[in-house]
């Protein structure tokens, strides 16, 4: 069974930076995609941003140009860069693996950005 464990979620002012990680328990090249996810209060779990097993990187327009995904294969490890953080970002943030047709998930890291 696949862990995932995020890390790296606080309290940061409008404007500033953080960075989330995403440990696994096993290789990342078991992935075909991992992807961060976050959670608002009263909203549903959306998407962020996704890396492929070739590296190609996607990202939804709200964080475009400000979130940068990067992974360490090395480390197991998935980052969430995030800088020009605004209050609409604070949610908690999910990492998330898809390895063929099975999904896993962290249990989430809680940023909030103040205005």
């Known amino acids: 069974q696949v862990q995932l464990v995020e890390s790296g979620g606080g309290l940061v002012q409008a404007g500033g930076s953080l960075r989330l990680s995403c440990v696994a328990s096993v290789s990342i090249f078991s992935f075909n995609v991992m992807g961060w996810y976050r959670q608002a209060p009263g909203k549903q779990r959306e998407l962020v941003a996704t890396?492929?097993?070739?590296?190609?990187?996607y990202y939804t327009e709200p964080v475009k140009d400000r979130f940068t995904i990067s992974k360490d294969n090395a480390k197991n490890t998935v980052y969430l860069q995030m800088n020009s953080l605004k209050p609409e970002d604070t949610a908690v943030y999910y990492c998330?693996?898809?390895?063929?047709?099975?999904?896993?998930w962290g249990q989430g890291t809680q940023v909030t950005v103040s205005s």
């Open positions: 998330k693996s898809t390895s063929g047709r099975y999904d896993s």
């Open positions: 890396i492929s097993l070739g590296g190609s990187t």
